[in-house]
């Protein structure tokens, strides 16, 4: 499904396809092991360049993992984030919410 590219400070994750209620447990799971295994990394990027679609599930994902990455003391943004998936961001104001680069 996704990707994992690891730097010094940054741990990369690169879903693909749609994110949605089918997979976002088993996206949610990918994130939070990557959030509770590596403390060398103080930056989790997930990398959006391949996802086509994203539902509310694959919203509640991210969303959750970014509680848990601010519980560590850890970051989590997102990279490459299509037109198409900024406008769901910006709809449900959660551009606002997570860095977007």
Known sequence: MQAVL??????????QGC?????ALEFERDLTTALAQDH?????????AEVE?????????????????????????LSSVSASIRII??????DRVFEIF
């Open 19 to 23: 994110l949605n209620a089918v997979n």
């Open 53 to 77: 679609s994203i539902d509310s599930a694959g919203l509640m994902a991210l969303v959750s993992a970014l509680k848990l990455a601010g519980s560590l003391g850890r970051s989590l943004r």
């Open 6 to 15: 690891k730097c010094p400070q940054i741990t990369v994750i690169r879903p």
């Open 89 to 94: 961001f910006e709809l449900t104001q959660l």
């Open 40 to 48: 060398t990394s103080s930056t989790l990027v997930v990398d959006l």
